[in-house]
């Protein structure tokens, strides 16, 4: 008898876990996101499901839409923006860091909560406030802070899209947001109309078919360059804008650690260099380093900056509207790299050092 007992708690078991194998299986096939690769989201009749940073996490379709979002990535502030959901918001981190103005407004008002900063989350007011979903990012240091608040029945959103290698994979996530706030057509049709620009101006520089000049990124701290490797997010940009990053041959997806002597070597004879730290103008830029003025680059003047709209307190909107809209990114590098194709073309977020 107790043997007879054991086969049916086992096939009972397998039975169970067939099934909820299938079902994940089944839900898995229903991806909406083509692009993202560090987060999905699946849907059923009657639930949405993300699965990020090895969270699950779902939502009954009668809980939607979510009324309110404390927030610490800028990113999502750019994505609720988009879809015209500010008001959504009842809290965000470090302020200060924060580009939109109408946030900006909120706090300095006392509408909008500041819920932390760079090293520290405020417990006590996301637990005051409950919102309906808390938006962040992946953090051992937080772990234990995020418990906390998953302890109150609060969900929580992890919300890496940092991590994404494809400028469209972190656009997607407006879709994400879209879904949870009722806005899930008008994500729809905003991405589609991203995808289509990016393509389109793909295709422009493919068609012109005209020399590709070469590109090198970033600048010295100490004594080390970090230069974006060849897989990385920065490199895919510059290549998708028609640009020849000379590092595109490396396969990190992570910064590189260079000395001086290998980034001259290399990229002395460069045509564009682009992304070089928070410099005003050209002065600024060579009184940090002397042995700058020996790039051709720097002789030429054919340096780029990507904080055109950057606050007074530091705030970079390249990092946030930036990141919702890599279609106007890309045709920011493409006018950069390809002028004579993009005449007239408006810099929305860099500027050329002067």
Known sequence: MKNLWILLFILIFSFSCKNQNNYESSVQENNLL??????????????????????????????LPLNSAMIVPTSAIAFMSELDLLDKITGVNQGDFIYNQEIRNRL?????????????????????????????????????????????????????????????????????????FGKAEEAENLFDEIVS????????????????????????????????????????????????????????????????????????????WVNVGDFPNKAALLASFPNYNWF???????????????????????????????DWVLKDLAAIFHPELFPGHELKFYKKLE
């Open 34 to 63: 083509e692009y993202a690769e560090k987060i999905n989201m699946y849907e059923t009749s009657d639930s949405i499901f993300i699965h990020s940073n090895q969270s699950k996490l779902s939502f009954a379709k009668s809980e």
């Open 197 to 272: 620009n990016y393509h389109k101006i793909q295709s422009e520089i493919k068609e012109f078919n005209q020399e590709k000049p070469t590109i090198f990124a970033n600048q010295i701290y100490g004594d080390v360059w970090y230069m974006p490797g060849g897989n990385s997010f920065q490199a895919k940009l510059f290549e998708d804008a028609g640009g020849n990053y000379l590092w595109s041959n490396n396969n990190s997806e992570i910064t590189l650690n260079l000395s001086f002597e290998s980034v001259y070597k290399k990229a002395s004879q460069a045509d564009i």
């Open 108 to 180: 300095q008002d006392g509408t909008i909560e500041e819920i932390g900063t760079f090293n520290e989350i405020f417990i006590e007011k996301i637990m005051v406030n409950k919102p309906d979903v808390f938006i962040t990012i992946s953090s051992p240091m937080q772990a234990k802070h995020h418990q906390l608040i998953e302890n109150q029945g609060i969900k929580i959103l992890f919300m890496d899209e940092y991590e994404e290698l494809n400028p469209l994979g972190k656009a997607e996530y407006v879709k994400i947001v879209g879904k949870l």
């Open 296 to 326: 051709k680059s720097f002789q030429n003047g054919r340096i780029y900056n990507w904080n055109k709209r950057k606050s007074a307190t530091g705030a970079n909107d390249y990092f946030e509207t930036g990141t919702a809209r890599p």
